[in-house]
Protein backbone atom coordinates (compact mmCIF):
# COMPACT_ATOMS: atom_id res chain seq x y z
CA UNK A 1 0.00 0.00 0.00
CA UNK A 2 1.48 3.41 -1.17
CA UNK A 3 1.40 6.36 1.73
CA UNK A 4 -1.32 8.21 0.49
CA UNK A 5 -3.47 5.63 0.55
CA UNK A 6 -2.20 4.47 4.04
CA UNK A 7 -2.95 7.65 5.58
CA UNK A 8 -6.07 7.94 3.49
CA UNK A 9 -7.03 4.80 5.47
CA UNK A 10 -6.73 5.99 8.57
CA UNK A 11 -8.12 9.63 8.18
CA UNK A 12 -11.15 10.25 10.74
CA UNK A 13 -13.82 12.92 9.87
CA UNK A 14 -15.94 14.53 12.29
CA UNK A 15 -17.49 17.40 10.28
CA UNK A 16 -16.83 19.46 7.19
CA UNK A 17 -16.90 23.13 5.55
CA UNK A 18 -17.30 23.40 2.27
CA UNK A 19 -16.75 26.61 0.23
CA UNK A 20 -16.23 26.82 -3.81
CA UNK A 21 -13.73 30.30 -3.85
CA UNK A 22 -13.62 32.10 -7.23
CA UNK A 23 -10.10 33.85 -7.03
CA UNK A 24 -8.76 35.45 -10.01
CA UNK A 25 -5.39 37.48 -9.71
CA UNK A 26 -4.01 39.21 -8.23
CA UNK A 27 -5.14 37.50 -4.97
CA UNK A 28 -3.80 36.52 -1.66
CA UNK A 29 -4.70 35.51 2.04
CA UNK A 30 -3.09 34.09 5.38
CA UNK A 31 -5.12 31.38 7.35
CA UNK A 32 -3.88 31.41 10.98
CA UNK A 33 -3.40 28.14 12.98
CA UNK A 34 -6.81 26.45 13.36
CA UNK A 35 -7.81 23.18 14.93
CA UNK A 36 -8.42 20.40 12.35
CA UNK A 37 -6.91 19.63 9.33
CA UNK A 38 -7.74 22.52 6.19
CA UNK A 39 -7.94 21.38 2.61
CA UNK A 40 -7.64 23.19 -0.48
CA UNK A 41 -7.87 21.34 -3.77
CA UNK A 42 -7.24 24.04 -6.65
CA UNK A 43 -10.02 22.98 -9.34
CA UNK A 44 -8.35 25.33 -12.20
CA UNK A 45 -5.41 27.41 -12.95
CA UNK A 46 -2.51 27.48 -10.04
CA UNK A 47 -2.06 29.14 -6.68
CA UNK A 48 0.98 29.41 -4.60
CA UNK A 49 1.55 28.23 -1.02
CA UNK A 50 3.89 29.91 1.44
CA UNK A 51 4.62 28.58 4.95
CA UNK A 52 6.96 29.86 7.53
CA UNK A 53 9.98 28.23 7.24
CA UNK A 54 9.16 25.92 4.01
CA UNK A 55 9.54 28.42 0.98
CA UNK A 56 7.08 28.67 -1.53
CA UNK A 57 5.65 25.94 -3.47
CA UNK A 58 3.29 25.37 -6.78
CA UNK A 59 -0.01 23.97 -7.01
CA UNK A 60 -1.65 23.57 -10.39
CA UNK A 61 -5.30 22.63 -11.26
CA UNK A 62 -6.11 18.91 -9.27
CA UNK A 63 -3.72 19.44 -6.52
CA UNK A 64 -4.64 18.55 -3.48
CA UNK A 65 -3.44 20.30 0.03
CA UNK A 66 -4.33 19.13 3.49
CA UNK A 67 -2.88 21.02 6.44
CA UNK A 68 -3.01 17.65 9.34
CA UNK A 69 -1.61 19.80 12.01
CA UNK A 70 -3.77 23.55 11.12
CA UNK A 71 -0.72 25.02 10.43
CA UNK A 72 -0.76 28.74 9.37
CA UNK A 73 -0.15 29.11 5.70
CA UNK A 74 -0.69 31.40 3.16
CA UNK A 75 -2.07 31.38 -0.52
CA UNK A 76 -1.91 33.76 -3.56
CA UNK A 77 -1.75 34.08 -7.24
CA UNK A 78 1.92 34.54 -7.62
CA UNK A 79 4.68 34.92 -5.45
CA UNK A 80 4.56 38.05 -3.17
CA UNK A 81 1.19 38.47 -3.85
CA UNK A 82 -0.26 41.04 -1.16
CA UNK A 83 -2.19 38.92 1.47
CA UNK A 84 -5.18 39.49 3.67
CA UNK A 85 -6.62 37.85 6.64
CA UNK A 86 -8.97 34.92 5.80
CA UNK A 87 -11.23 36.59 7.26
CA UNK A 88 -10.99 39.89 5.96
CA UNK A 89 -12.19 38.07 2.57
CA UNK A 90 -15.23 36.49 4.40
CA UNK A 91 -16.44 39.81 5.40
CA UNK A 92 -16.21 41.58 1.82
CA UNK A 93 -18.57 38.72 0.81
CA UNK A 94 -21.16 39.19 3.36
CA UNK A 95 -19.96 35.98 5.29
CA UNK A 96 -19.74 35.89 8.90
CA UNK A 97 -16.51 34.78 9.95
CA UNK A 98 -17.66 32.01 12.62
CA UNK A 99 -19.18 30.19 9.59
CA UNK A 100 -16.77 27.68 10.41
CA UNK A 101 -18.93 26.56 13.52
CA UNK A 102 -22.62 27.66 12.36
CA UNK A 103 -22.13 25.99 9.34
CA UNK A 104 -20.30 22.41 10.37
CA UNK A 105 -21.37 19.73 7.36
CA UNK A 106 -23.36 22.30 5.21
CA UNK A 107 -22.57 23.44 1.86
CA UNK A 108 -22.13 27.33 1.13
CA UNK A 109 -22.28 29.64 -1.87
CA UNK A 110 -19.27 30.21 -3.87
CA UNK A 111 -17.62 33.78 -3.26
CA UNK A 112 -14.91 35.56 -4.72
CA UNK A 113 -12.10 37.41 -4.49
CA UNK A 114 -9.15 39.11 -6.15
CA UNK A 115 -8.65 41.28 -9.62
CA UNK A 116 -10.09 40.82 -12.86
CA UNK A 117 -6.84 38.12 -13.88
CA UNK A 118 -6.36 34.95 -14.34
Do not use: C, Q
Amino acid sequence: MDLLSAILRDLRLDSVVLSFADLHAPWGFDKARVEGAPFHIVTEGRAFLEMEGRGTVELMAGDLLVLPRGTPHALMSEPGAARVPFHDLLRENGIDPDWISARRGRWFDRWRAGGDGA
